[in-house]
Structure formats: C-alpha cells, structure tokens
C-alpha cells in the first residue's frame, strides 16, 4: 500500500512546487515586468506600470492614417521592416504575418525628440529623480521618441563626464544623443572637446552664463568656447542669464527677507535674461559661428532672437514647454511645497511672456520646442525650505510636451499639423544633423513614429503620469489630442495606455558635426577679410636731421 502510494505522494509534491514556483515567478513577473519576451516595464516597485507583452514584431503596417512630415501630409499607409520604414503610399498589400495597425481618423507623425533634458543629473547637492529609464519611459508615453541630454564635466572634464553619462545611459529604453557642457577653460577642455566632436558624436555644447560659482563661464571663456566650436562645427549652446547680477539679486531679496520661492523669480527678472542673451549673441557674430539660445523663457531675449534674426545672424531660439504654457502665479502659492515645484531657470514669467512666445512660435521666429526635463520630488525641493536659492532648479516635461503643444499651439489655431511636427520633432533633426534618419516617415528612416487622435481628451496628473516625481506642475490640465500609439524604431512601446518597454533597447545616435547652420560660414569668413582693407602698407618716413 505504502509502496504504491508513493508514485502518487510524489506527483503531489511536485505538483505542490510547481504551484509554488510558479506563483513566485508570477510574482516576479509583476513587480519585475518580466515577460518569456523580455523587460516590458522594468519597474522597479511593481506598482507604476502594468506589464503587457513586449511587441517584437519585425514588420508592421500603419494603415490608412494622415501621414504628416513638416512639408507635406497625405492619407497613407506606412510599411515598417527591422525598424526602418521601408514604404510610405496609399493601399500598401502585405502578407498575413505582419501587424496592422488601424489608423483611421487619425494623424500619423514622426515621434517628437526632445532637445533639451537632464536625467541623472547631479545639482544643487541634489540628482534629478528620473534616471534614463524611468525618463524614457514616461517620454515614450507621451509620444517623445528620442531626447538629447546634457553630459555635466567631471570636476570640468568633458571627457570623463562624458563617460559617467554613457555609463548611466546603459539602461535606455529609447534612442538618445548628447551635448556637453563646457563649465571651465584651459588647453584640455579644448582638446576633449575635439575629441568628443571626432570621436564620440558630439556636435553641441552648452555654455552656461548662470550659476555663479557652480557651471557659470566668464566673458573670456565663453568667447574661447565660442571659437572652439566654430571649428570643429559644433553648435554653441548658451543659458542666458547674467550671473554676476542674478547673484546680486539674490542676496538682495535675502536682505528684504525674502526667502520663499518668489524670491527666485524676482531675483532674476526678465532683464538679465535678455542682457545675457544679446551679450551671446554679440559674442557669436563677432565670432562668426551659429548661436543656440536654450529655453528662451522671456519677451527681453525673444526680442534680442528676433532682431539678431532679422539681421541675417544664425541664431536658433528654443522655448521649453512651461515657458510656454504656464505663467509664474504660483510661485506665490502660501504652500510651500505648491510654490517649490515652479521654481527653475530662467524663471516661468508673468503673464504675457508666455503668449509671447507662443506668437513667436507660430510665425517661424523661434525654431522648436524643448522640456529643459530637470524633474526633483517634493523632498528634494524642501532643501531649500528656508532659503530659495538652496531650491533645485527644475520642473517636468518630458511626458506632458507633445500633448501640451497639441493643445496650445494647434487646438488654437496657431499653427498647422506640419507645424506641430516641424517645432516638435524635425526642427531638432535638422539643426542637430540627423535628419531625416530622425524627424521624419520617410523611406529609409528609423521608424519613431507616434499615432495621435486629435478627438480624445487627455488629463496630466501626478498620479497617472510615468515619471518619478511626486509632482506635475500642469497639475488638473486637460486637453484635447491625444498619443495613442508610440513606436520606437519599429518597437510599438505605448497603446492602449500600457508601455511596453525594455532595458537597455535604446541606441545613443552619433550627430555630425557641421550640420546645415555652418553652410557658407567659411564664404563669410573670406568676404569679412577681404573687406577689411588692412593691414595698410606704410613706409616708414624719417625726420631729416636738421
């Protein structure tokens, strides 16, 4: 009897282990995200993201949407194979085998890349709280396909900062470039930044004119910068604020008693912005090389854009999406914790600035919309609870931009459909050199592309939302245009309100340097010095003695 029982014992408890093992892999399977096809949330809580099925296809049809690039829109299918798109026209035929989807009634779009984010970024004794995961992953959700993030110098190395970034980078979920800041001068910065320029796909660096004893560059180093970059091709970037006074405001509202949050907008007014701004601009046609002005947040440095512009200069002029959007009212919220969240630089500005900017959007006058994505949580922000300028700059955007434009800017009339697409998406491409395998449904690019229903409605809330911060400072908006689905190259990532992302599938893309904005540059340089009518020639004359 006990013999013969003991089969029967024994499927029991293996059939007991694997009702066991199989709930803990089911467990990991949720609080993990993992999948028999790879990590589709990679969350790392098990509570931010459902987990669905990572979708591997190959192939993959859009069907019968309105494909819109910058130019031109037409009702079509797109044909997509390993992530490149291979065919866009009507009435595509393919075998049985390859994923469709439906896209009637909507707008098809290159997916938007962000020009401007800081993940994992260390400031202000703090580090930004979404790293290049969670980061991606909540750009992906709102239908941004790539992000250019700033590499910080290790202790004013670019090259050893640039290694850190890459390091942290390993994680992506999206594809991804760099600019590099440069927060010091001497003949190794120079030589790292030819270096990174030939050697690791680094066609940008940011010149910060802020931040007094932190990153700030003087007078001498941004104009060495400046002629740096002209010959090796890189695009100069600068943040426009006059440091030296932005310092002496500060202690200013601190003698007045001011040391909440309002304190950070009133001691960097609009003024020193636009100063900052036409000092840049001034130092870049002296030295003849293109200028990229980052979140252009005030009237005082649009107009200076405008009329270096107007003037034929290369100046680009890119507003951030809470520049755009939202005005400074709730700095002065009683609530501290409310107020903290607005509090970045150049500071969001009174009303009229933002209405401002959006004008100037839709008539050309600036180029392309960025996030300046520098998110910290409430905690963070208590550092400086007592003293505004221990505050961590910096607000979200990453996920709320597409949407955001959408509303605003299109919803209004502003602008068109292939406008929406030029400022959020090939604008970028183009000024940054990876155009049109970025920025673009064409054939033979990658296939980032986003599929937007301009009849749903959105709501942005922080406990919706996908990235890590506690906050959202577009708190309540509710909108209308909404990204449905969002594939990265060829990937679908975001549909039916799941991400499906894994680890580490991101690419870094390699920009060239000598992009569009150096054409002719050098006719210029030649017609300047024929110009000139010097050295003059002179012969020496001598007194006679008498």
Known sequence: MGEEAYPCRKRAVLLLLAIYYGLLLSEFQITYGWTDQGMCTGSATGDEWPCTDYKLSSKLLIKGGTVVNAESQQV????IEDGIIVLVQPNIKVADEVHVLDATGRYVMPGGIDPHTHLEMPFMGQETIDDFFTGQAAALAGGTTMHIDFVIPTNGNLAHGFEVYAKKAEKSCMDYGFHVAVTSWNEDVARDME??????????????????????VNDEQLLQGLKKCKSLGAL???????????????SKMINLGITGPEGHALSRPPLLEGEATARAIRFAKFVNTPLYVVHVMSIDALDEIVSARRSGQRVIGEPVVSGLVLDDSKLWDPDFNIAAQYVMSPPIRSSGHHKALQAALSTGLLQLVGTDHCPFNSTQKQAGLNDFRNIPNGVNGIEERMHLVWDVMVNSGQISVMDYVRITSTACARIFNIYPRKGAILPNSDADIIILNPNATFQINAKSHHSKIDTNVYEGWIGKGKVEVTISRGRVVWQH????????????????PFGSLFDGIDKMDSEYLSSLRAPVHRENSHVAES
């Open 76 to 79: 079509a299918d797109v044909y």
């Open 497 to 512: 309100e799941k991400l499906m992302v894994e680890r580490g599938s991101g690419q870094y893309i390699s920009m060239p």
């Open 195 to 216: 270096m990174l320029v030939k050697e690791k796909g680094i066609n940008s660096f940011k010149f910060f004119m802020a931040y007094k004893g932190a990153l700030m």
């Open 236 to 250: 100069a970037q600068v943040h426009a604020e006059n440091g030296e006074a932005v310092a002496e405001g500060q």
